[in-house]
């Protein structure tokens, strides 16, 4: 079964550039959400879209800023990148309104 | 104090034991639950899905709510050595999430002993 795909797996950075990471959800899942989990943290939300429009914000830095596409695939844009943006970025796809989020294997990003 | 608390461990149990983790939330306007496992450096992985109180077997695993006393629980039987991993309780308010997402535990690490 196809699952949520995200890229790159792995990304290093240097402090102040700026990183772009995609996700690719789950065929005819209309709703699509950002997590960050810190080293030894729970994920924490950051945004989400349902059908290609904004749906809801969570503790997204100014920033960040995501967007979601008319073939359904969403991308997370990080400037101004800072040492404590290093974690493991997970996107997860749903059905609205259906049985839980499905989760990508994450970007891990580290910025040095 | 964290809207969900869950104790990090981690619980280390014999291949073959029945396993208990569980989580404790505030906010009574929490309606769905979840609990996901998630192993070393992948995504969390869905296990179970409940909405409101009550009682939800798959397979080795039983997921109880009670929101009475704010406490959920994930029984695993006939735990493997492959059950190892970091089991994250999330809950919501809505079925998408809404403005706050999921609201996670902190995971307990669980390390079946062969």
């Known amino acids: 079964a196809a699952g949520v795909i995200q890229s790159p797996r792995h990304l290093i950075k240097e402090k102040r550039e700026t990183a772009t990471l995609k996700c690719y959800p789950i065929?005819?899942?209309?709703?699509v959400y950002w997590y960050q989990q810190g080293p030894g943290q729970d994920p924490q939300f950051l945004i989400s879209?349902?059908?290609?429009?904004?749906?809801d914000k969570g503790s997204i830095p100014d920033r960040f800023s995501a967007q979601q596409f008319s073939d359904y695939h969403s991308e997370l844009n990080m400037s101004s990148l800072e040492l404590g943006d290093s974690a493991l970025y997970f996107c997860?796809?749903?059905?609205?309104?259906?049985?839980?989020?499905?989760f990508g294997s994450g970007t891990r990003l580290t910025v040095v | 104090q964290k809207e969900v608390e869950q104790d990090p461990g981690p619980l280390s149990v014999p291949e073959g034991a029945i396993v208990s983790l569980n989580c404790t939330y505030s906010?009574?306007?929490?309606?769905?639950f979840m609990w996901y496992r998630q192993y070393s450096r992948k995504g969390p992985e869905l296990l179970m899905y409940?909405?409101?109180?009550g009682n939800k077997e798959d397979g080795r695993f039983t997921a109880q709510v009670d929101k009475s006393s704010k406490y959920i629980s994930l029984f695993i039987r006939d735990s493997q050595p492959s059950d190892s991993a970091t089991y994250l309780c999330?809950?919501?308010?809505?079925?998408?999430?809404?403005?706050?997402?999921?609201?996670f535990g902190k995971g307990t690490h669980l390390i079946i002993q062969p």
């Open positions: 409940t909405y409101s109180s």
């Open positions: 906010n009574s306007a929490f309606q769905y």
């Open positions: 065929p005819r899942h209309d709703t």
């Open positions: 999330a809950m919501s308010a809505t079925s998408g999430g809404g403005a706050d997402g999921l609201t």
């Open positions: 997860a796809s749903s059905l609205r309104d259906r049985d839980g989020y499905t």
């Open positions: 879209f349902y059908e290609k429009m904004q749906s």
